[in-house]
């Protein structure tokens, strides 16, 4: 039978781009996004390259829903063997603004929603007794500083100790969890930071986006299926010794 993986905001970006690649390595595919509408239209996409796909609506802050989305998954597909917390929400602004509800907002996704994920998909795997991986969405904010991201970096940097603490506890069971760290992916996430450092920084739309490609040492943007691969080895038997990791997989950015 097909292994399945859950991947969370799996409608647009790296999330889609992912839940590709896995579909395209013989996955059984869950996608899990608050946008249904996106969701459904990538399945119906998916179906023309042959992959077996679902969407299940949900909201990763929501605990019910992180443990409603499992149940899916394995009433579907009959279990869950990869789940991929990878949804994620991006603020702009100096650390002097960030506001309670800023602070709030961005930690009930990015830190909370991975939470809940690693909950229910752990619950889930050691129920099935045959380990199980998962991955969640780090970021090279999540291990050294960017301008204008202190909220987001925070959420990053959280989600990388979450991802060493899961996986030291998961071990004995043959749950690995390891976190990818993009770098500068052309999605709609950085569409927005985009939008929030010109405003910050006095500069015209996309600028701020080419400043940072510039600095890429590999000389070009990053795409989502750059971030698939990786996630592929990942979720994959290849990987089996590997846990408690954050890769980076930034064209060169971050060296550490
Ligand atoms: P995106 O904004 O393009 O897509 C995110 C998806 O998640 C959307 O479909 C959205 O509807 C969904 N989503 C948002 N909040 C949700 C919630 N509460 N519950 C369920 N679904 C929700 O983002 P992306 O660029 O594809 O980023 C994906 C992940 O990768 C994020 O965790 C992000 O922080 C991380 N990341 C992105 C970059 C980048 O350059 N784009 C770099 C490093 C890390």
Not at 117 to 136: F, L
Not at 156 to 168: D, E, N, P, R, S
Not at 233 to 246: F, H, N, P, R, V
Request: hydrophobic share 40%.
């Amino acid at each position: 039978m097909s292994k399945v993986a859950v991947i969370t905001g799996g409608a647009q970006g790296i999330g889609k781009g992912i839940a590709k690649r896995l579909g395209k390595d013989g996955f059984n595919i869950v996608i899990s996004d608050m946008n249904i509408e996106l969701a459904q239209q990538t399945v119906e996409e998916f179906k023309n390259m042959d992959i077996h796909a679902i969407a299940v609506e949900g909201d990763v802050s929501i605990q019910e829903d992180q443990f409603a989305l499992v149940s899916e998954a394995v009433e579907q597909f009959g279990s869950v063997d990869v789940f991929i917390n990878n949804a994620g929400i991006d603020q702009v602004q100096a650390v002097e603004d960030i506001t309670p509800e800023n602070l709030e907002k961005i930690f009930n996704v990015n830190v909370f929603g991975t939470t809940y994920g690693i909950q229910a998909a752990a619950k889930q795997m050691k129920k099935q007794e045959k380990g199980g991986k998962i991955i969640n969405a780090c970021s090279i904010a999540g291990k050294t500083a960017f301008n204008l991201l202190g909220a987001y970096s925070a959420t990053k940097f959280a989600v990388h100790g979450l991802t060493q603490v899961a996986a030291k506890e998961l071990a004995q069971f043959k749950i690995t969890v390891n976190a990818y760290c993009p770098g500068i992916v052309g999605t709609g996430m950085w569409d927005r930071i985009d939008a929030g450092m010109v405003e910050y920084m006095g500069l015209k739309p996309g600028e701020a986006w080419q400043q940072n490609v510039d600095n890429i040492p590999l000389q070009r943007s990053q795409t989502p299926e750059d971030v698939a691969k990786l996630v592929s080895y990942l979720a994959s038997e290849d990987s089996d010794y590997m846990t408690g990791q954050a890769i980076n997989i930034d064209g060169g950015i971050e060296l550490h």
